[in-house]
């Protein structure tokens, strides 16, 4: 990958499955707190982590994963965050708690005279 290496672009290839091992240790040292996003992205970091972002092996392992992280960003979220349907959770009413046996066993037996209510 040519051009400017950002640390929002770091952050987004760290997040991939794809992500390399080097990757990886580098965000680990961001979430123990040893080093920041902005410092692993910067070429002139004199820290031997963010160093080893930046050499030419480096670049060459990195490149494709920077690339398609590159590309996810610029693509952008598919749906916008207020479009977005909230995970539904349910909540257990009194007529689904089969924790009682013979609530199950009524529910299970029951019938009814109009078989187009089950439809």
């Known amino acids: 990958m040519r051009g400017l290496i950002t640390a929002e672009l770091l952050q987004a290839a760290a997040r991939r499955h794809d992500a390399p091992e080097r990757l990886l240790k580098a965000a ?34 990195l490149s494709p994963v920077l690339e398609r992280a590159a590309a996810n960003l610029a693509a952008g979220p598919s749906t916008p965050p207020n479009q977005r349907h ?33 439809s």
């Open 28 to 61: 680990d040292a961001v979430t123990e707190g040893r080093i920041t996003w902005d410092e692993l992205a910067n070429p002139n970091c004199p820290d031997p982590l963010a160093q080893a972002l930046h050499t030419a092996r480096a670049r060459k392992v």
């Open 86 to 118: 909230p995970q539904r959770i349910r909540t257990q009413t009194e007529e689904e708690d089969y924790s009682n046996p013979e609530r199950l066993a009524s529910d299970l037996f029951e019938s009814t005279s109009d078989p187009r209510e089950y």
